[in-house]
């Protein structure tokens, strides 16, 4: 069952702070979170797996609460780099082996 | 290493044709997957295999067909195109599905 992210779309400006929302109907296994920028391919930020422990580097950052099956990205100070679409997809069980990722939230960041 | 690769980079059907699109990894990856990408639908996924001689249907498995025959290899293959096919076309692949994925570049399929 594909996850809901929230919201759709931010727009920021250089140095402003953004939290993208990731949650699922269903219990899950794990989390991962991906960049895609316009005309490339998605690439890997971060997994989340069951247990709650918080991931990140630098100022990207990411949390999984079990409880409530969902997950959110923290972007602190954001860059103009950071734009993009994020997506988070989720595996449901560790013999699920499906990972179904969610619709994406558009980042723009301004100057 | 050249990573992900998957040819053709663009393609354009008629209606009812046939096409294979072709995708490799040389990173000796077991986890391989086919997405598809559509305006506002994010990536939804079509078939995906865990290993060699595995293959199993993801969430729109519905016109396409895959198998794989060795580690690196995973071609998609589109049996009768339809224009609702017309998307772009991502392959990746991972040591494990709870691991970082690999993403190819993407395969832009149109479908007339």
């Known amino acids: 069952q594909q996850p809901v992210q929230s919201p759709q779309a931010v727009i920021l400006r250089e140095g402003e702070d953004a939290v993208i929302n990731c949650s699922s109907s269903?219990?899950?296994?794990?989390v991962h979170w991906y960049r895609q920028k316009h005309g490339e391919a998605p690439v890997f930020l971060m997994i989340?797996?069951?247990?709650?422990e918080q991931k990140g580097h630098e100022k990207i950052s990411a949390s999984f609460n079990e409880k409530k099956q969902q997950s959110s990205l923290y972007l602190t100070a954001s860059q103009l780099s950071y734009s993009g679409t994020y997506f988070c997809g989720t595996e449901m069980s560790r013999r699920d082996d499906k990972i179904i990722f969610g619709k994406g939230t558009r980042l723009h960041i301004l100057p | 290493n050249a990573g992900v690769t998957q040819t053709p980079k663009f393609q354009v059907l008629k209606t009812g044709q046939s096409m294979t699109l072709q995708c490799a990894q040389d990173m000796n990856h077991e986890y391989m997957s086919w997405y598809r990408q559509d305006p506002g639908m994010g990536l939804r996924l079509i078939h995906y295999s865990v290993g060699a001689g595995i293959t199993d249907q993801g969430e729109v498995p519905n016109g396409y067909n895959v198998s794989r025959s060795t580690t690196e290899d995973f071609p998609l293959r589109l049996l009768s195109a339809a224009p609702s096919q017309t998307s772009v076309y991502f392959c990746?692949?991972?040591?494990?599905?709870?691991?970082?994925?690999?993403f190819g570049p993407g395969t832009r399929l149109t479908v007339l």
């Open positions: 269903k219990a899950l296994y794990s």
């Open positions: 990746a692949s991972s040591y494990a599905e709870s691991y970082e994925q690999f």
């Open positions: 989340l797996l069951k247990g709650g």
